[in-house]
């Protein structure tokens, strides 16, 4: 590993003198020392920090054969070390099917070759390097990382506090693992329960109260020395349509906007947010032009600059997303992006075409190598405001200090204890005993484990009952179990005191629904616990008692658990509303509700 005096020789002399904070204004000395550093850089340079790129491999410099093969055909490089040489990029982006996420210490050795592959290079300067930690079912790092309640659960604990401990704790673990950007928190207000891609992954449908918990995470992450990101500007949370496969149109009207949509962002910025993300959605209130948000100078410039005053880095969600790609060729959109008033592009399909797509439009002066400064600029400013240009590197020994240790884990199972609902409780249900209810079947949806947890769901909430003194034994049913699944089930609870079932998204036709009325007619109890959003209880007037977990990671599973055993009193109230299953317009459990005991 590079000193740090050759660290610092290969930035061109920027030192701490640069360490000013991302709001600091233009003409500070950090800023003429960034501009005199932007001014030599050559056009081909400043293309390639407006990018954020994705590549395969564990290691920097000797990922597996296969990633190497993968790199070559995606972006025509062997590796991260060369992806950088080639395309100078001023980010990388580390996902779990990329293979970038084995285990800390690995993702440690990563970022730090990233770090010296770019550090090394003439005029080099440090990276970005971000991820999606949002926590719940959008995680990248799993364990033994700690993992935290994802934002609906934390909306349900309604705790700032918590909030704060949640970006404080996972911002200081992604840190020592060299990660110094988090798109992270989800700033949506979710208020269609129809929502196929944001949904739990937002705080709720109050906008107050999403406002808050924003706030209180960005000041977490703040505080561990990692960037924040509100995501998805200019709002994501009433689509019926995901954007990674289609183009979502909001209908709000611009007042709606401003009292829904708006308020959480607007508390970001004043929260002093490192970085907000677009949404590949046409939003014709504020822009009729029938272009993405991503592409739209009057959401970007007009809107989020001007009318929000906000001057910090703008991010493009991924372009390889069909929102973005509908109306426009890949080669056009990270231009009119930047037109627009992006400052980084994310990920796009063909890295080549993008880049010289970017490059060709300076040189035939479509967009002005000024255009360009201003976006480079704010992205240093917010490296120099993260320490990069001092500190860019980690250390295995940091690795062990932070990451998974046992004081973080317990914070979020303390966490997670204060998120878990009860909406219904028949007859006093619960808790149940060891003593009258010892022997528990647990069935259900089974989905793949969202962030490296330990799944499936079935058998962590088995396994947790079972050390809370329970014989409890799992059955995968499925998320549509046929008749012969239901059947096994049946057989099965014929030999239980109590069923427990995790439902994910039951609908009116799906045969979730004829399992726990099938199991409910057999004349056991059943516990219903939603894993993922929590509208089933509508779906499933049958069962005796109805918990919402939010999402089916262990930690939430383990405090549901908790509850179902009397370990842990329910605390959670809806942060969204729960509309009755016949009729959409009618209310059955409002914002705010939760049973106790």
Not at 211 to 223: D, I, K, P, T
Not at 401 to 414: N, S
Not at 575 to 595: C, E, T
Request: with cysteine.
């Amino acid at each position: 590993m590079p000193s740090r005096r050759t660290v610092l020789a290969a930035t061109a002399g920027v030192t701490a003198a640069l360490a000013v904070g991302t709001t600091a204004s233009a003409g500070t000395p950090g800023d003429k020392k960034l501009r005199s550093l932007i001014s030599r850089m050559t056009l081909e340079e400043k293309v390639g920090q407006l990018f954020v790129m994705r590549v395969y491999g564990h290691s920097a410099t000797d990922p597996d054969q296969a990633d190497i093969d993968a790199n070559l055909k995606e972006i025509g490089v062997r590796t991260a070390a060369e992806l950088i040489a080639r395309y100078r990029v001023g980010g990388i982006i580390y996902f779990t099917w990329a293979h970038n996420t084995r285990d800390p210490h690995q993702i440690a050795d990563l970022s730090n070759g990233i770090q010296r592959a770019s550090l090394s290079r003439p005029r080099g300067l440090p990276v970005l390097i971000t991820t999606d930690q949002e926590h719940g079912i959008v995680c990248r790092v799993g364990k033994p990382a700690t993992l935290f309640p994802g934002a609906m659960a934390m909306g349900a604990g309604g705790s700032r506090e918590d909030a704060r401990a949640l970006g404080r704790i996972s911002g200081a673990e992604l840190r020592a693992m060299g990660i110094n950007q988090d798109y992270s928190p989800d700033a949506d207000v979710n208020i269609n329960p129809a929502n196929p891609v944001i949904g739990v992954r937002s705080f709720g449908a109050d906008p107050g109260a999403v406002a808050g918990l924003v706030a209180a995470e960005v000041a977490g992450y703040q505080r561990s020395s990692v960037a924040a990101t509100a995501k998805h500007f200019p709002g994501h949370g009433d689509t019926a349509v995901d954007s990674h496969y289609g183009f979502p149109v909001i209908t709000h009207s611009r007042e709606l906007w401003e009292k829904l949509d708006a308020v959480p962002f607007r508390a970001a910025v004043e929260a002093g947010i490192d970085s907000i993300m677009t949404a590949h959605i046409q939003f014709p209130a504020l822009d009729d032009s029938g272009d993405p948000a991503t592409l739209s100078r009057p959401i970007l410039t007009g809107i989020l600059r001007e009318e929000l005053g906000y001057d910090g880095v703008v991010v493009t969600d991924s372009l390889g997303m069909q929102g973005v790609r509908t109306k426009y060729g890949d080669d056009r959109v990270p231009v009119l992006a930047l037109k627009a008033g992006v400052d980084q592009l994310l990920n796009p399909p063909d890295l080549a075409t993008a880049w010289n797509a970017v490059l060709k439009a300076v040189q035939n002066g479509e967009l002005t190598e000024s255009r360009l400064d201003e976006s480079i600029l704010r992205i240093l400013k917010l490296k120099a405001g993260l320490r990069l240009f001092d500190e860019p590197y980690v250390s295995r020994q940091g690795v062990d200090r932070t990451v998974g240790t046992a004081a973080h884990l317990a914070a979020a199972d303390r966490i997670a204890k204060r998120t878990t609902t009860l909406l219904a409780n028949k007859g006093g249900l619960l808790p149940l005993s060891p003593r009258t209810h010892r022997k528990l079947l647990v069935v259900g949806a089974d989905p793949a484990s969202p962030s490296g947890t330990t799944g499936p769901p079935t058998g962590v909430l088995a396994s947790a009952l079972t050390e809370l003194g329970f014989t409890a034994t799992a059955l995968s049913t499925g998320t549509a179990p046929s008749a012969a699944t239901v059947a096994t089930a049946l057989a099965a609870a014929q030999d239980a005191d109590a069923v427990v079932v995790g439902t994910y998204n039951v609908t009116a036709g799906s045969s979730q629904r004829t399992l726990v009325e099938q199991l409910a007619a057999t004349g056991r109890p059943v516990v219903a616990v939603a894993i993922r959003n929590p509208y089933d209880v509508a779906q499933l007037p049958s069962a005796s008692a109805h918990l919402a977990s939010y999402s089916w990671t262990d930690v939430e599973l383990r405090a549901a658990a908790r509850v179902i055993a009397g370990g842990a009193a329910p605390r959670g109230k809806l942060p969204v509303p729960v509309q009755q299953a016949d009729d959409p317009a009618k209310v059955l459990y409002p914002i705010g509700y939760g049973l106790t005991y």
